[in-house]
């Protein structure tokens, strides 16, 4: 990454949304981010995963669901912890189904809030926001994503590849509560979380210790049996609940469906009434 730093940053400490963006292949990254991730992909190659693969599996899984949400109709999208800019963003995705999609970014990173409001300047159907996930009603009642969203209608809230930097269970299923109350009959959920599978014990603490020195400090690495009840009170649209590679609108889980192997799990959910 060029350019100066902004306020608040400090490049010596590792940040999740930068280490995403080097999984990516982006620029957007600090030497320490790239140190992290690559202790990060080494560990998944010892036990015969690619980081780097995941990430692009959960990013297309992204894709593949605001695809089909804009299909059907839904054209506002509330995309909670976003991370930076890369390609096929929620709103390109969605414009490309209906220009008169209207995304609210949110995110609590200076780098992220500084080159999305950059990239996104021209745009007026697509705002940035600084908000911080573990205080949704904030987020909620922000006058800037009020006056930008309309909560009377449908709308389509994101929780990608966030939650499992809430490493305490009880707070993590809290937050997920607090979104949930404040959706309406019709409204959607998708959400994407990192799944321990088999990960033995002693590989788990590897990773929370490189986590540990990112500034989310830490990560939680839940199983399906953990995130399943996130959508308590909703209707999984099909597949349900599925590695986000095996993620495709209204078709079944295959019988090669792996939930053993460590990865992201993923699904969209509707509101009913």
């Known amino acids: 990454m060029s350019g100066n730093v902004p306020a608040g940053i400090n490049p010596d400490i590792p940040n999740v949304a930068r280490m995403y963006d080097y ?4 620029r957007d990254n600090f030497a320490s981010d790239r140190a992290a991730a690559e202790k990060i992909i080494e560990l998944g190659r010892q036990m015969g995963n690619d980081a780097r ?3 692009r599996a959960n990013r297309a899984f992204l894709g593949r669901a605001v695809g089909s949400l804009a299909a059907t109709g839904i054209r506002q999208f509330l995309d909670i912890g976003a991370g930076l800019p890369t390609q096929d963003n929620v709103h390109q995705v969605a414009k490309r189904h209906a220009t008169d999609s209207r995304v609210a970014y949110v995110d609590n990173d200076p780098v992220v809030l ?9 745009d007026s159907d697509v705002i940035t926001v600084e908000g911080d996930l573990r205080d949704a009603d904030a987020i909620f009642d922000n006058p800037d994503i009020t006056s930008h969203l309309d909560f009377s209608r449908p709308i389509a809230v994101l929780l990608v590849a966030i939650l499992h930097f809430v490493p305490d269970n009880d707070e993590a299923a809290g937050i997920v509560g607090q979104v949930k109350k404040r959706l309406r009959p019709g409204d959607y959920l998708v959400l ?3 799944s321990a599978g088999t990960t033995t014990q002693r590989d788990a603490q590897e990773g929370q210790r490189v986590y540990s020195a990112t500034t989310s400090g830490g990560i939680a ?3 399906y049996a953990e995130i399943f009840p996130y959508f308590d009170g909703l209707e999984l649209l099909p597949p349900g609940l599925v590695p986000v ?3 495709k609108p209204a078709v079944p889980p295959g019988p090669d469906t792996d939930f053993d192997r460590p990865g992201i799990l993923g699904a969209v959910a509707r509101v009913p009434g």
């Open 53 to 55: 693969e995941i990430a």
């Open 221 to 223: 690495h839940r199983g």
């Open 23 to 26: 999984y990516l292949g982006g």
């Open 192 to 194: 994407s979380h990192v």
């Open 245 to 247: 590679a095996d993620w």
């Open 114 to 122: 500084n080159h999305a409001r950059a990239l996104l300047a021209r």
